[in-house]
C-alpha cells in the first residue's frame, strides 16, 4: 500500500477502459431514452405554444455632412462622420420621433384571436371595426371578449380590476381615476354606442367580416395609450451595415410581420419628413414673415392706387409735364431706398425681438439673405448660431445638460447671441441715420414740388404713394417667390435605400424550431452522460470494485447482493435466491483464503456503523451451517447488540456476563432457528467493553469454542470509531472488511485501511456489501451488473427471485429506474 495515497487519484487511470465506458452507459439505456423523449417534447411544446417573433429591417442612407471638408479630402474625417452616424442613430432612437411615427399610425386598438391557446393578433384582418370617441376615456389593459352572435348583434365579456383610464385628447392617463371592478356580460348590436363612464365606444363590421368562419372565433380588443406603444416599439436596433458604410440598418422584431413593417416604414418616412422640415423651416417663415407684411402694404396700395384713378378722372389730367417728371423720377429713388430702410429696419427689430425672446431655441429665425438683405456680417452671426444651436442638439442625443461639452456650447451660444443684439443695435441706428438723410433730400424735392401748380403737386403726391407701396408689394412679392421655389427645391440629405417588406420577413427568428430540436437531442443525450460522469466523479463513496484495488491491494474476497428481503436471515428463508449464492461464493473464497486449515474463525468488520457487518455475520455463519458444519455466531459488538433482535432471542445473558463470570458457558450458547448454527450474545452491555476483550478470559473462551465449533464467525464494532475489532483480530485466523457499495466513504475507507495494513494483520480481506445488479448489464463491474458473462441479468433464471423480477412490467422497472 503506498502510504502517500490521495484520494483523488482513484479518478485519474492510466487508461480508458472503452469496455467500462461502454457497459456504463448501455446499464443506462433507459435515462438516454427517457430524457431524450422528454426533451423533444419540450422542444415540441415549446415551438408550438411560443408566439413566434419575425424580425424586418429597412436601410437608410445617410449623407456624409464632411464629405467635401479638408480633414476628409485628406483621409482625416473619419471620426466626424462616425460622429454624424452616432447623432443620426441618436434621432432614429429618439422617443419623439418614435412618439410621432405611432401618431402617424393606426395602432390606438389591437385586435386578436384565441387559437389553440395562443393569441394572435388581427392586423388589417379583423372581422369588426371599434370606433372609440376619443373625447371620451378609454380602458387600458382591459380584454374586451367579443362573440359574434350573428351579422348584427355580438355579445361583449369583460372581466378585471384596477384598471388605468386614458384620454386620447391629452394622450395621457388619468391619474386621479381608476375602473376598480368590472365584470360584464351584455349583447349589443353592431352600430350601437357602448358607453359608461369609463369608456364609449361602437363595435362595425368591416368588410373582412366573414360569417361562416368569424361566427365561432375567440375575439377580444384592447385599447392601447401611446406612450406604451413607443416603449413597445422602441426596441428597434440600429446598426451600420459594415464599419466603412454611412448605411444604417434598421431592425425590428415583433409577432405581426405586416405591423412591423408598417412602423418602420412610417418610422423612416416621418424621420426624412422632419429633417426636409427643419431645412423648409427658414424658408417658411421667410413667407410667413411676407405674407405679414403684404396684408398691410396690400391695402396701401389698393388705395393709393384708387386714389390716384379717381383724382385722374377728376381733374383729367393723365401725367406730369417735363419738370414734374424730372423731380418725379428724383422722389421715387430717395422713396425706393426708404422703402428698403424701412423693410431691413422692421426685419432687425423683429430679429431682436426673436433673439430676446427664444433662449433655447432659434428654429424659426430667417436669414436676412431669404429676404434680399444684403449684410454678411448679420448673416455670419446667424448661420454661426444656428450651427451651434444644430451641434448642440446633435450632441444632446448621447449626452446631458452637464456635459463639458454641451456647456461649452450654451456659453458660445450666449456669446454670439449678445454680439450679434449689439451687430443689430447698430445697423438700426444707421439704419436710422440713412433713413434721416433720406427724409431730409425728401424735404428739399418737396420744396421744389411746392412751386408746382396746384394739380401738379396733388398727382405727384398720389403718384409718389402708389408708387412707394407698389414697390414694396413687387419686392415682396418676389421674394414670396424665391423662398416657395427654396422650399419646394429642397429634398433631404438623407434616403430611404430599401423599405421594409413583409415578403422579406421569412421564417421566424424566435423561435427556432429545428435549433430547438437540435438542442432538445444534445441535451437529452448530453444531460445523461454529464449525470453518469458528474455521478462518478462527486461521489466519494465506492461504487465499483476498481474504487477498491484503486485504494488497497488486500483481496477481495467477494460480494454480496442487494437483499429486498424483510428478513435479515436471507440465506435460510429464501435459499435458492441470488443473495444466497452470493454468500456461497464468498464461502468458498474464504476457504481458498486460508486453505491450510479446516476450522475457521472469521472476524467482520467495517469502517462505520451501516456498512452491513451484522447482516453478513449472520447470513455467513448461516451458509456454514447450512453446509452441514458446526457454526458459532458470536455478537461481540458489546456496545451495541442487535443480533439478538433478528433471530428473536435474549440478550440477558452472553459474552459479556460470561467474560466477567456472571453466566456459564452452556447459560450463554442460544439455539437458532437455523441447523447447527449455535449464538452467543452480546449480553448486557458493560461499562469497560474493550477491557473486557484484552483479558485472558477473552483467550480462554477462544480457545474453548475452537475446540467445538468448525467455523467461529464473530461480529465486531466499526474499527473505525472503537478498538475491539483490533484486540479480536488476534483471534481470527480470516479477518474480513466490509465496503457497502454507494455508502462507504472512499477517504474513510482509504484511511482505515491504511492503519490496518501498517499493523501487517494476516488473512485480511475485502468482501463488497449491498451490491445492485443491473438486468440490462453484461457482467461488467458491480455498480452495472454481475453475470459472469452468462448476458441478461445476474442468474438469468438460475435463481428464485429472477423469476420474482420477471413478473415486473418493463414500464414499472423503468419508472424504479
Same mark, same amino acid.
Not at 63 to 86: C, P, R, V, Y
Not at 302 to 321: H, I, P
Not at 456 to 467: G, S, T, V, W
Given at each position: 500500500m503506498n502510504e502517500n495515497y490521495n484520494p483523488q487519484d482513484i479518478y485519474q487511470e492510466e487508461a480508458v477502459d472503452y469496455k467500462a465506458l461502454f457497459f456504463k452507459f448501455y446499464s443506462h439505456w433507459y435515462f438516454f431514452v427517457i430524457t431524450v423523449f422528454i426533451a423533444i417534447v419540450i422542444a415540441f411544446l415549446f415551438n408550438k405554444y411560443t408566439k413566434p417573433i419575425y424580425e424586418v429591417s429597412t436601410t437608410v442612407l445617410i449623407?456624409?455632412?464632411?464629405? $467635401?471638408?479638408?480633414?476628409?479630402?485628406?483621409?482625416?474625417?473619419?471620426?466626424?462622420?462616425?460622429?454624424?452616424?452616432?447623432n443620426e442613430i441618436g434621432k432614429l432612437k429618439s422617443y419623439k420621433l418614435s412618439h410621432s411615427t405611432i401618431k402617424h399610425l393606426n395602432f390606438d386598438v389591437s385586435y386578436y384571436v384565441e387559437e389553440n391557446f395562443i393569441s394572435k393578433e388581427l392586423y388589417k384582418e379583423f372581422p369588426f371595426i371599434v370606433e372609440y370617441d376619443s373625447s371620451h376615456s378609454q380602458t387600458l389593459t382591459l380584454n374586451f371578449r367579443i362573440n359574434i352572435d350573428n351579422i348584427s348583434s355580438y355579445t361583449l365579456k369583460a372581466e378585471g380590476e384596477n384598471i388605468d383610464l386614458y384620454d386620447y385628447d391629452t394622450d395621457s392617463k388619468i391619474e386621479d381615476k381608476k375602473l376598480?371592478?368590472?365584470?360584464?356580460?351584455?349583447?349589443?348590436?353592431?352600430?350601437?354606442?357602448?358607453?359608461?363612464?369609463?369608456?364609449r365606444f361602437r363595435l362595425v363590421l368591416s368588410p373582412k367580416f366573414d360569417p361562416e368562419n368569424d361566427l365561432d372565433k375567440q375575439l377580444y380588443f384592447v385599447f392601447n395609450s401611446t406612450n406604451g406603444l413607443v416603449g413597445r416599439y422602441k426596441n428597434f436596433e440600429i446598426e451600420? !451595415?459594415?464599419?466603412?458604410?454611412?448605411?444604417?440598418? @434598421?431592425?425590428?422584431?415583433?409577432?405581426?410581420?405586416?405591423?412591423?413593417?408598417?412602423?418602420?416604414?412610417?418610422?423612416?418616412?416621418?424621420? @426624412?419628413?422632419?429633417?426636409?422640415?427643419?431645412?423648409?423651416?427658414?424658408?417658411?417663415?421667410?413667407? +410667413?414673415?411676407?405674407?405679414d407684411q403684404l396684408i398691410?402694404?396690400?391695402?396701401?396700395? +389698393?388705395?393709393?392706387?384708387?386714389?390716384?384713378?379717381?383724382?385722374? =378722372?377728376?381733374?383729367?389730367?393723365?401725367?406730369?409735364?417735363y419738370q414734374s417728371q424730372q423731380v418725379y423720377e428724383q422722389m421715387m429713388e430717395l422713396t425706393k431706398k426708404k422703402a428698403e430702410l424701412l423693410l431691413s429696419d422692421k426685419y432687425y427689430q423683429s430679429l431682436k425681438k426673436y433673439i430676446i425672446k427664444n433662449q433655447d431655441n432659434i428654429d424659426d429665425i430667417i436669414v436676412p439673405s431669404a429676404l434680399g438683405i444684403n449684410d454678411p456680417v448679420t448673416t455670419g452671426f446667424v448661420q454661426h448660431i444656428v450651427e451651434l444651436y444644430q451641434e448642440r442638439a446633435e450632441l444632446s442625443y448621447t449626452a446631458t445638460d452637464k456635459n463639458p461639452a454641451i456647456i461649452t456650447l450654451d456659453i458660445r451660444i450666449r456669446n454670439q447671441k449678445k454680439a450679434l443684439l449689439e451687430n443689430i443695435d447698430n445697423l438700426v441706428n444707421s439704419s436710422l441715420i440713412s433713413i434721416n438723410d433720406i427724409d431730409d433730400r425728401?424735404?428739399?424735392? $418737396?420744396?421744389?414740388? $411746392?412751386?408746382?401748380?396746384?394739380?401738379?403737386?396733388?398727382?405727384?403726391?398720389?403718384?409718389?404713394?402708389?408708387?412707394?407701396?407698389n414697390t414694396m408689394y413687387v419686392y415682396l412679392l418676389k421674394k414670396r417667390s424665391e423662398a416657395q421655389i427654396t422650399a419646394a427645391s429642397n429634398q433631404p440629405d438623407n434616403e430611404i435605400i430599401d423599405e421594409a417588406r413583409s415578403d422579406g420577413a421569412g421564417s421566424p427568428v424566435y423561435p427556432k424550431k429545428s435549433l430547438n430540436y437540435l438542442i432538445a437531442l444534445v441535451l437529452g443525450i448530453v444531460l445523461p452522460v454529464g449525470y453518469i460522469f458528474g455521478k462518478d466523479f462527486m461521489n466519494d463513496k465506492i461504487i465499483e470494485r476498481k474504487d477498491v484495488e484503486n485504494i488497497t491491494k488486500l483481496p477481495i474476497v467477494g460480494h454480496t447482493i442487494h437483499?429486498?428481503?424483510?428478513?435479515?436471515?436471507?440465506?435460510? =428463508?429464501?435459499?435458492?435466491?441470488? /443473495?444466497?449464492?452470493?454468500?456461497?461464493?464468498?464461502?468458498?473464497?474464504?476457504?481458498?483464503?486460508?486453505?491450510?486449515?479446516?476450522?475457521?474463525? /472469521?472476524l467482520i468488520t467495517s469502517d462505520m456503523v451501516g456498512a452491513g457487518k451484522t447482516f453478513t455475520s449472520i447470513n455467513l455463519a448461516s451458509i456454514y451451517a447450512m453446509y452441514g458444519?458446526?457454526?458459532?455466531?458470536?455478537?461481540?459488538?458489546?456496545?451495541?447488540?442487535?443480533?439478538?433482535? &433478528?433471530?428473536?432471542?435474549? $440478550?440477558?445473558?452472553?459474552?459479556?456476563?460470561?467474560?466477567?463470570?456472571?453466566?456459564?458457558?452452556?447459560?450463554?450458547?442460544?439455539?437458532?432457528?437455523? &441447523?447447527?448454527?449455535?449464538? !452467543?450474545?452480546?449480553?448486557?452491555?458493560?461499562?469497560?467493553?474493550?477491557?473486557? /476483550?484484552?483479558?485472558?478470559?477473552?483467550?480462554?473462551?477462544?480457545?474453548?469454542?475452537?475446540?467445538?465449533?468448525?467455523? !467461529? !464467525?464473530?461480529?465486531?464494532?466499526p474499527v473505525g470509531l472503537v478498538t475491539d475489532a483490533f484486540l479480536l483480530m488476534n483471534y481470527a485466523d480470516v479477518s474480513i472488511f466490509i465496503v457497502r457499495q454507494n455508502f462507504t466513504h472512499k477517504k474513510i475507507f482509504a484511511s482505515i485501511i491504511n492503519d490496518v495494513e501498517k499493523r501487517n494483520i494476516p488473512n485480511v480481506g475485502i468482501l463488497i456489501n449491498d451490491v445492485r445488479i443491473s438486468r440490462n448489464a453484461y457482467g461488467y463491474g458491480y455498480g452495472y451488473g454481475y453475470g459472469y458473462g452468462y448476458g441478461y441479468g445476474y442468474g438469468y433464471g438460475y435463481y428464485s427471485d429472477d423469476k420474482d423480477q420477471d413478473k415486473e412490467s418493463l414500464l414499472k422497472r423503468v419508472f424504479q429506474k
Open positions: 449623407e456624409d455632412k464632411n464629405a $467635401n471638408d479638408a480633414q476628409s479630402l485628406l483621409g482625416l474625417g473619419f471620426s466626424n462622420n462616425m460622429q454624424n452616424l452616432e376598480e371592478l368590472i365584470n360584464i356580460s351584455e349583447n349589443h348590436d353592431f352600430g350601437e354606442w357602448v358607453e359608461t363612464e369609463h369608456y451600420p !451595415i459594415n464599419k466603412e458604410s454611412s448605411i444604417l440598418q @434598421l431592425k425590428l422584431k415583433g409577432n405581426n410581420v405586416e405591423k412591423s413593417v408598417d412602423f418602420l416604414n412610417m418610422l423612416t418616412t416621418v424621420y @426624412l419628413d422632419m429633417e426636409l422640415s427643419k431645412k423648409n423651416r427658414i424658408a417658411y417663415k421667410t413667407i +410667413d414673415f411676407i405674407d398691410d402694404i396690400t391695402l396701401n396700395l +389698393d388705395s393709393a392706387e384708387m386714389n390716384l384713378q379717381n383724382f385722374r =378722372t377728376e381733374n383729367e389730367v393723365m401725367n406730369m409735364d425728401i424735404a428739399i424735392l $418737396n420744396r421744389e414740388i $411746392n412751386k408746382l401748380p396746384l394739380t401738379q403737386r396733388m398727382l405727384f403726391k398720389m403718384e409718389r404713394q402708389f408708387q412707394l407701396s437483499s429486498n428481503k424483510e428478513s435479515k436471515i436471507v440465506v435460510a =428463508t429464501s435459499p435458492k435466491s441470488s /443473495i444466497s449464492e452470493s454468500f456461497r461464493s464468498v464461502r468458498t473464497n474464504l476457504h481458498y483464503l486460508n486453505i491450510d486449515k479446516s476450522q475457521q474463525t /472469521i458444519k458446526r457454526t458459532l455466531l458470536l455478537g461481540f459488538d458489546l456496545r451495541k447488540p442487535r443480533i439478538y433482535q &433478528d433471530f428473536g432471542l435474549t $440478550n440477558t445473558e452472553g459474552i459479556s456476563s460470561y467474560l466477567v463470570g456472571k453466566s456459564s458457558f452452556e447459560d450463554v450458547v442460544q439455539k437458532s432457528s437455523v &441447523d447447527n448454527l449455535d449464538i !452467543i450474545m452480546a449480553g448486557p452491555v458493560p461499562p469497560n467493553p474493550a477491557e473486557i /476483550i484484552a483479558s485472558n478470559n477473552t483467550k480462554e473462551m477462544f480457545d474453548k469454542l475452537k475446540e467445538i465449533y468448525d467455523y !467461529i !464467525i464473530i461480529d465486531t464494532p
